[in-house]
């Protein structure tokens, strides 16, 4: 099984639609991200979350909002899905501090909103 | 805030040759780490190389060697004996690390696609 696991792989969702992406994870990290990768944008950060009861806004996180339901779990939600937010989403897990490794990615989530 | 260019949207290279991929860098922190992440079209996000900046030694695995220049504040990845399976988008990563504020997440460059010709 893969260390971090994203739910759907793929997704076609209509406009207004409530959409929740899902990611569980294996590594026993603390540290959970979602980004989003676009076209000639790289990634970038939505939410990340250091622990259960620590969750924090990213650069892009109109739109969005997550659930840290356990250590290994965090799920990304739309709340109400446009076209702009078609991308590709990923879920990635960090070590803790002081060990460079940078992250474990998901296979990522490819939503398109219709 | 920290941010990473990469400033080549695209590079090709022939197969065996050598090819050279930028980066640069700007941040205020003295403690940080530098990635080279590979996305192949299967979209997996895979590791590459990484840098920690209290080192002077330039990072190396196999074919792939970077040049990390801490006072340019640049930091280029040379993928060498290029192979049709290199070909790929690249993405070039900033972590800080223990001392810094940018609580270890990773900021990306915008990525360069690298085509591999037979």
């Known amino acids: 099984d893969a260390d971090v696991t994203q739910t759907p792989r793929n997704r076609i969702t209509k406009t207004g639609k409530r959409i929740m992406l899902e990611c569980s994870q294996t590594?026993?990290?603390?540290?959970m991200y979602w980004y989003r990768q676009d076209p000639g944008l790289g990634l970038r950060l939505i939410y990340y979350?250091?622990?259960?009861?620590?969750?924090n806004k990213g650069e892009i996180s109109d739109g969005y909002s997550v659930s840290r339901q356990a250590q290994a779990k965090f799920s990304l939600s739309l709340e109400s899905a446009i076209p702009n937010q078609t991308a590709l989403y990923f879920c990635?897990?960090?070590?803790?501090?002081?060990?460079?490794?940078?992250?474990?990615f998901g296979s990522g989530t490819r939503l398109t909103v219709v | 805030a920290q941010t990473v260019t990469q400033s080549q949207p695209e590079m090709s290279v022939q197969e065996a040759e050598t090819v050279t991929l930028s980066c640069t860098y700007d941040?205020?922190?003295?403690?940080?780490?530098l990635f080279w992440y590979k996305q192949p079209p299967s979209r997996q996000m895979i590791l590459v190389i990484r840098?920690?900046?209290?080192?002077?030694q330039n990072a190396t695995e196999n074919r792939f060697s970077v040049n990390f220049q801490k006072a340019a504040k640049s930091f280029s990845l040379k993928i060498s004996d290029s192979q049709l399976g290199d070909a790929a988008m690249y993405f070039c990563?900033?972590?800080?690390?223990?001392?810094?504020?940018?609580?270890?997440?990773?900021?990306f460059g915008k990525g360069t696609l690298l085509t591999v010709n037979p």
């Open positions: 941040t205020s922190e003295s403690d940080y780490y």
């Open positions: 590594k026993g990290h603390d540290r």
């Open positions: 840098q920690e900046a209290y080192k002077q």
């Open positions: 990563a900033y972590r800080g690390g223990t001392s810094g504020g940018s609580n270890y997440k990773l900021t």
């Open positions: 990635a897990t960090s070590a803790p501090t002081g060990i460079g490794n940078g992250y474990t």
């Open positions: 979350s250091f622990d259960v009861k620590d969750i």
